[in-house]
């Protein structure tokens, strides 16, 4: 399954820099997801040629305008485009009233139905679960109620062992048993072709967290234990710690310690601070504490492998 | 005074062929006013290089996500901008609900005050009296409530005639009293120099009037005879002249036939349907009715003199 995540804005607070506010482009497999809607989403999503179409569910972290003012335009544009398959939107409350409150005074009566689904920022939840993936809200500790989301696969499709698998000869079924990763058994139940001898030991699944905003906040690492990408916001550089404290966000050292603690393979910083022209500083400083570190940049497209 | 319209958006409903949604600024003098607000505006904003500080009154016809999405980030960036002046915004019911909800769910406290001044769909209304200007509502007839506004200059200064002045000497506070329009009076109160005298026969204070989203509605004309300057919407061509009516939309030889019913000198194009992305046929069927038509186009300024 293709897994992979588009940043569609980067910056904090206000687009500067050429760097629009918070957005990203979460694929799985077929699963297109939206992950937060800063303001003029929907212009980055024509710019990067992300089918409106595909996207079925979008996830909110929390109501600062720079991470959800976008949103009501792609339901404007939804509907103008004749959508009719449903919406899921998951977000803190009041972006239910905030959304329906807008339809109201436009007197839109949407043509597809959207089931909202209110994230809890005390406790991980499980909020959505599809036959091979599933995604869970989790707190995370910023001025306003806000939750990060984890991204994880169920299974990865085994490999199989080609020399192993000559001796079944055309038997397709079991051999697509076996690559599902799935015991063959004879009529009475008794396993005939087992999984683990004709294929490869399996990949763990993979994982992906979104940390938006919030405070330094080690109880988060236990919510994002080895995940393959962790994007945590790096809105600072650790000179201006103060500030960070001040406003509930993190410095790249703060990232990158979380990352490293939490054992992720690699770390993703962004929403950026307006006064960072030159972003090479935050990423070489996150680098000191963990090396496999990567700036998030409009447009780009970061695989998980 | 400087008297002019800068295009920010002109496309409809949503963004299409690099074309944004509905906004303007117009200038008058040392006023930069901002009439509807797309999704983006913001960016557009700084695209153009239009100072945010510079803007004290927004107007808003009507609550299509079209018109107004970008307000809240406007607003958002004013407050992170440490902005202490106060703003206001006019616009129908419901627009001051819609922000206040926003700011309740971000925890915002704005640094400075918002005056909501709700307009009223019904009847012409006088909504901001400056002393060298005023700027009005007016009905549209669109599927919600809908305004236009009309931009007017109170006086133009006079020219004086130099020939004659020149008997003045060195008065400079008779020739300046001239200049603004108002005779000098002896202390009897006497005219002593007649305006009429000392100056060229004065120029009609000029106007712009902003028509959003409406049906082809006549009734509007008296409410925007003779304007320098008139943008009305033209989201269609005639040919698609079922289809504007049925959403409330006009044709551009619709509003090319307002535009010469109300005596204008030239008119605006623009909030084009997406189904243009070459807007010259639309330009060319106003002409046939209205030759000083022109088309909106983003980026572009308009001066009215």
Known sequence: MEF??????????????????????????????LVDCGEGTQHQL???????????????????????????GIISTFHLNNRKQPLWVYGPKGLDEIITLQLKYAHTLLRFPIHFVQTTPNSKNEILDLPELKVSSFPLLHRIPCTGFLFEE?????KLIK???KSLGND????????NGKDVK?????????VETYCYPGMPPRKYAFCSDTIYHPEIIAYIQEVDLLYHESTFMQEELIRAEQTFHSTASQAATIARDAGAKQLLLGHYSTRYADLYPLLWEAKQIFEPTLLSEEGNTYIIH
Not at 10 to 24: C, F, I, L, V
């Open 4 to 33: 992979q995540v588009t940043v569609l804005g980067s910056n904090s607070a206000a687009p500067a820099h050429g760097r629009n506010q918070t957005a990203q482009v979460v694929q799985m497999g077929a699963h297109v997801f």
């Open 186 to 194: 004879d009529e009475t139940g008794k396993i005939k072709y087992a």
């Open 172 to 179: 397709v079924e079991a051999i697509r048993s076996l690559a």
């Open 163 to 165: 020399e192993k698998i």
């Open 46 to 72: 024509r710019r990067y040629k992300v089918k409106f179409s595909k996207v079925n569910h979008i996830f909110i972290s929390h109501l600062h305008g720079d991470h959800y003012l976008g949103l009501m």
């Open 154 to 158: 169920k299974s990865r499709p085994k």
